[in-house]
């Protein structure tokens, strides 16, 4: 079982029977299940309970009592946050009104409009919100499975694995060999490998600085990629190989027992890996029957499902357009979607769903750089509207001030999803 930020800590907080039975509309308060208490778990649930003013009884199931963000855990690596300050707890949202069940769910009778917990409790839903994360392609990287990733940590869920990956690179020799395995798209956040690796080599640097970090990518370029190796130019020359897809990048195989990476038919003995592997959504949405075997399909005015009005689906385990799997597009389609279940479950007005969001990353001290754009819903899809993107070659007062608001943007949006 992968430990990460999903992981199972303490003790179960038991459904009560309260729970087992749905409230019909005008018969009672209608109830919202939400699955997974991240950046769109624990912002729609805390939305629709206090807009809806305790007219809509609010469960988020959540099998965690601490929450690590994954977005800045990156800075984590890099020695520029400790691990307490990418925690959470749930203890705002219940106070808030929010039911917080800590289990997890382990299955969705669309029939029957309940869902099943790993303690035992059957719980009954008018709407159903799933935000479960991303889970990984078995066999995406020959080699690797979820068994080895105490050996070739992925740190692609924060938490333990972040913790893990960051005492391997402290622990490496002199002069040794960090590679990373980069996955292919579409992905958790797109800058996300490229940022790790400017966080290792700014550790590495300042620890290690003969160390090598070798990254063997499937693909032929990557978000931001111009600003990246400007900035690995600027700070760490010598230091980073990038290997794309021109170069063999994409064909990959380890073994993690010999702790080895053969890229394109070459050998090469490392002392860490990160494994980043090919993704999909979580579990749940899966064992829902709402996705297309590796993502789910939504309406983009609602993040409602394909497969099932009352069934939503946000953040990195939707297919929705052209937002990117980040946690800020989670937090966004949260709100597009709280105020969509509350306007179905009370008759409050619902507005035009409008997305927004942006992806900073850090190179090196106070060098931050950013993406972002706007989007409206269409038919069809998630729509981008417009767009921007920090610029090669800006000044150190830009990048600084771009760095600073990436850190007021952190504290914006735990705020937001926790309260």
């Known amino acids: 079982m992968t430990l990460n930020r999903r992981s199972f800590i303490g003790t179960t907080v038991a459904a009560g029977a309260a729970l087992s039975a749905p409230m019909a509309i005008g018969q009672g308060k209608p109830r919202v299940i939400v699955v997974g208490g991240g950046a769109g778990g624990a912002t729609a649930a805390r939305y629709i309970a206090k807009d809806s003013k305790g007219a809509i009884d609010v469960v988020l199931i959540e099998p965690t009592r601490t929450y690590y963000t994954c977005f800045f855990s990156n800075l984590y690596l890099g020695g520029f946050k400790e691990m307490d300050e990418l ?33 035992g409790a059957t719980l009954a839903y008018d709407k159903l919100i799933l935000s479960p994360g991303i889970d990984f392609v078995d066999g995406a990287v020959e080699g690797w499975d979820l068994a080895a990733q105490n050996a070739m940590p992925h740190a692609y869920k924060g938490g333990s694995q972040t913790e893990l990956l960051k005492a391997q690179i402290m622990a490496m020799p002199e002069g040794g060999t960090f590679a990373m395995v980069a996955p292919p798209n579409p992905y958790r956040c797109p800058p ?74 070459e050998e090469t003995k490392v002392d860490v890996c990160n494994v980043i592997p090919a993704m999909k959504a979580g579990r749940i949405a899966e064992l829902a029957g709402v996705t297309d075997g590796n993502w789910a399909p939504v309406n983009a005015a609602d993040m409602s499902t394909k497969a099932d009005a009352d069934i939503y689906v946000l953040g990195d385990a939707s297919q929705q357009g052209d937002m990117p799997k980040s946690g800020f597009s989670a937090n966004s389609q949260a709100k597009v979607c709280a105020m969509a279940v509350r306007g179905a479950l009370t008759g409050s007005k619902v507005f035009p769903a409008k997305f927004s969001n942006t992806c900073w990353s850090l190179i090196d001290t106070n060098d931050g750089v950013k993406v972002g754009a706007t989007y409206e819903a269409t038919d069809e899809k998630i729509a981008k509207v417009d767009g921007f993107i920090s610029q090669t070659g800006e000044d ?20 937001d999803m926790f309260g």
């Open 396 to 415: 150190s007062a830009t990048r600084k001030a771009t760095y600073e608001e990436s850190e007021g943007w952190y504290a914006g949006i735990t705020s």
């Open 87 to 119: 925690g959470h707890s749930y203890g705002n949202l219940a106070a808030a009104g929010v039911n917080v069940v800590h289990d997890w769910a382990t299955g969705v009778d669309r029939d029957a409009k309940t869902v099943s917990l790993a303690g």
């Open 192 to 265: 996300g490998p490229y940022e790790r690796v400017s966080m290792v080599a700014h550790y590495l640097k300042a620890n290690n600085p003969t160390a090598k970090i070798i990254v063997a990518d499937p693909k032929g370029k990557f978000s931001k990629m111009g600003l990246f190796q400007e900035g690995w130019g600027n700070h760490y020359a010598g230091m980073i190989d990038w290997i794309g897809a021109d170069f063999g990048g994409g064909n990959v195989s380890v073994d993690p027992a010999a702790m080895t990476v053969t890229i394109d038919g």
